[in-house]
């Protein structure tokens, strides 16, 4: 696997390098990460620790196996940091529904730790204690579980805290996912382009709401037909407005789907704030590198042919 890793940076590095127009920028040595824009030589991908690395486009723990190239500290520091938030969104979401378990703190000091399982229809919640026993406060919350258990309507009330997440990381993150599968589509042509400079900087800002565009939730319907098959699409659309939506679907750890899509104003359009709904005619881009790494202004070149096309 580390092999096949190695292999799949070098790849990815020589197809970005090679774009045309950032390869007349470069000499074709040099790949610029797309969250941070620091420039990297081709060593970089190799060795045991590489300044390199696959980012997935979609979090691995959430279902993702698709991945770009993108530097170890964006990918594994920030980038890792908002994802946690956005998992964390995903494990509340399942705990809530039954599917999954969370852990908990007990008490006012916080320094018990349980699993809890919820089950809706009872409105029932039950807790597995995994702070050691040696702990002295354990046994008091042991028996106070136990009390619950037996006799809930005389139990003495009962405080513990579930951990939270903060939405605008959470947005942040399914951002960031957008920004990687247009990178991954598109490469410098995209992330050069001034229209999606606010995207770019809400990934790297999660404190603050930046990107002021759309985050749909796409029905299975709808996704199907978009996704066809795949983790994820770039969709030109075309009508009432003319944008490009980057749809993509995340799995839960208790084996939930949610499909997103991430608007993005198309070439030489307006950004679009909070449109609810629309009709459109959908065109999904493939994936295709060797045209990226051939065609100048390859997402120009898609997005005219698209638009010029339409009927």
Not at 35 to 46: I, Q, S
Request: glycine fraction near 6%; charge should be neutral; hydrophobic fraction near 40%.
């Amino acid at each position: 696997m580390a092999g096949e890793n190695a292999a799949k940076r070098r790849r990815l590095f020589d197809e970005f390098v090679r774009q045309p127009g950032h390869q007349d920028l470069t000499q074709g040595r040099y790949f610029f990460c797309p969250l941070c824009r620091r420039p990297f030589e081709r060593d970089a991908t190799v060795g045991d620790i590489p300044l390199l690395t696959l980012a997935h486009i979609i979090p691995e723990s959430l279902g993702g196996t698709w991945t770009t190239l993108a530097c170890a500290e964006c990918n594994n520091g920030h980038g890792h940091a908002i994802e946690a938030d956005f998992l964390t969104s995903h494990r509340i979401t399942d705990w809530a529904a039954g599917r999954g378990v969370v852990d908990v703190r007990m008490g006012e000091t916080r320094k018990v730790r349980a699993e809890s399982v919820r089950i809706p229809e009872a409105n029932n919640l039950s807790f597995k204690i995994i702070t050691p026993m040696t702990n002295p406060a354990v046994r008091e919350h042991k028996k106070h579980v136990e009390e619950i258990t037996q006799n809930p309507a005389n139990a003495k009330p009962f405080q513990f805290t579930i951990p939270w997440y903060r939405p605008n990381w959470c947005w942040a993150a399914v951002c960031q996912s957008a920004y990687l599968l247009m990178f991954s589509h598109f490469g410098y042509d995209f992330a050069r382009h001034p229209s999606y400079e606010l995207l770019s900087e809400q990934v790297r800002k999660p404190d603050e709401r930046i990107w002021v565009g759309n985050i749909h939730v796409v029905d299975e319907r709808e996704a199907a037909k978009l996704l066809q098959g795949n983790q994820a699409a770039v969709v030109f659309m075309r009508g009432a407005l003319r944008a490009i939506l980057a749809v993509m679907r995340f799995q839960s750890p208790g084996g939930a789907n949610q499909v997103l899509s991430v608007m993005l104003p198309g070439l030489g359009e307006a950004m679009h704030a909070h449109q609810e709904s629309m009709t459109f005619t959908p065109a999904v881009v493939p994936y295709e590198p060797e045209f990226m790494t051939t065609v100048q202004g390859f997402f120009w070149w898609r997005w005219n042919d698209w638009i010029r096309n339409y009927r």
